[in-house]
């Protein structure tokens, strides 16, 4: 599997191997790490914290020091951001985000309180339907679908992914972003299939 | 619920999935998001590709010590910095969680000042970028004639409203850019609540609303 990765004076790289890559019955699928979150929720496991912590620790640190964080302050930020997901892997839930947006989820919520230190409102959870026990279905779904959303955005030309990037990065407002012609839209939205449809909502 | 028509748009979700919004409009997109599920399912994926562009931001050279440290935080166990992304219990009545969070409690618990018209109005403190307001219009009272320099949201909570363009009801959102003048009327009967953000004040097009502007704070 190829990803491509940005070296700091923006150009586009590629390089193999760089995303951690398990082989399984001839078919190459990258590594969930949910079960490393299970073994964390489940027997407080550090050996499977490492493993999690070498993995996501550099890309949550280059990310937040791409949003504009210093090292030192991206430093901090991205060790509450792993104490965090320790904390609070009992509440993971692989049929709503994969592991990767999950952890993303945290860092941008702990980067808005830590760095930028406003609220960050979120929506209020949902409850799931009559059959409650998370579907292995639908969390091996929705694992396939982030992955081939990963490979659809590392394809992209350089310069719609350029503008993923700013608007991720903070480098483009919401109106910038509406007024902006290039965006990929089309290729990366409705690439997640969530199963809202098990969701209960009862709001009146 | 009835259903929703009017949603938010693309570039507002991405926003707020990068987490990048003025505080007092992820105040609006986390209110609307919780009562709309076909925007919390396109938030989903907005949020999938922050996930998947940090996955592919490179690495990072971290602290000798950072694991460790980490580790050290964990058995610290200072649980102070849980509220972040804690899981909300679903809120009962007019105002989802996000919002109750904000004003303190449901409709009840809002502080309403009067602002002539009939109108009434609660400012929320959020940080700095956006302001962001409740507004209470009985039925058939109008909000005055503004046009806006920047952005202005406005989802209902309660009751129905019509300006120029459309009929706006609960959970519907009104995205008013710099080009549109118009004159939200609620609909006769019960009062129209609305959750309300700009990112520039407003700008009235009679004498007495601008004057009172500066009172008003809008």
């Known amino acids: ?204 | 619920m009835n259903k929703i028509r009017h949603h938010l748009t693309d570039s507002l979700l991405m926003s707020y999935s990068a987490g990048t919004l003025p505080e007092g409009f992820s105040l609006v997109v986390a209110t609307h998001v919780s009562m709309c599920d076909d925007c919390r399912a396109r938030m989903t994926e907005f949020d999938a590709v922050g996930g998947e562009l940090m996955m592919q931001s490179g690495d990072a050279d971290l602290s000798d010590d950072s694991l460790a440290a980490t580790l050290a935080l964990i058995a610290a166990g200072d649980s102070s910095d849980l509220g972040a992304t804690k899981t909300k219990p679903r809120a009962k009545g007019v105002f989802p969680t996000p919002l109750q969070d904000y004003v303190g409690g449901d409709a009840e618990a809002v502080k309403w000042r009067r602002v002539g018209g009939g109108v009434r109005q609660m400012i929320l403190k959020t940080g700095k970028g956006s302001s962001v307001r409740l507004l209470y219009i009985p039925g058939g009272a109008a909000v005055p004639d503004h046009g806006h320099r920047g952005t202005e949201l406005t989802l209902v909570l309660q009751g129905a409203f019509k300006d120029d363009t459309d009929r706006f009801d609960v959970g519907d959102i009104e995205i008013a850019t710099e080009d549109l003048e118009h004159t939200p009327v609620a609909e006769e009967g019960q009062a129209c609540i609305c959750l309300a953000a700009t990112d520039a004040p407003l700008r009235f097009n009679s004498l007495v609303p601008r004057i009172a502007q500066p009172f008003l704070r809008i």
């Not at chain 1, 792993?82 to 509440?91: S, V």
């Open chain 1, 1 to 204: 599997m190829t990803f491509r990765h940005y070296d700091g004076g923006g150009q586009a790289t590629k390089s193999i191997g760089r995303t951690a890559i398990v082989v399984t019955a001839g078919k190459t699928d990258r590594k969930d790490w949910v079960d490393e979150i299970a073994a964390i929720r489940d027997r407080q496991d550090q050996a499977a914290f490492a493993a999690l912590f070498r993995h996501f620790a550099p890309r949550v640190k280059a990310f937040l020091m791409k949003s504009g964080a210093r090292p030192d302050m991206a430093e901090e930020c991205t060790q509450d951001v792993m104490a965090t997901i320790w904390r609070k892997a009992a509440l993971f839930d692989p049929t709503r985000a994969s592991v990767s947006t999950w952890i993303f989820t945290i860092a941008r919520n702990r980067q808005i309180d830590m760095i930028r230190k406003e609220r960050r409102p979120e929506p209020e959870e949902l409850t799931w339907g009559p059959e409650a026990e998370p579907d292995q279905d639908d969390a091996l779904g929705l694992a396939q679908d982030t992955e081939r959303l990963g490979q659809a955005l590392a394809a992209l030309p350089e310069k719609q992914r350029k503008l993923i990037e700013r608007a991720f990065y903070g480098d483009l407002s919401h109106s910038e972003i509406a007024a902006e012609t290039g965006l990929p839209l089309g290729t990366i939205k409705s690439r997640i299939r969530l199963a809202l449809e098990r969701l209960r909502h009862t709001m009146k």
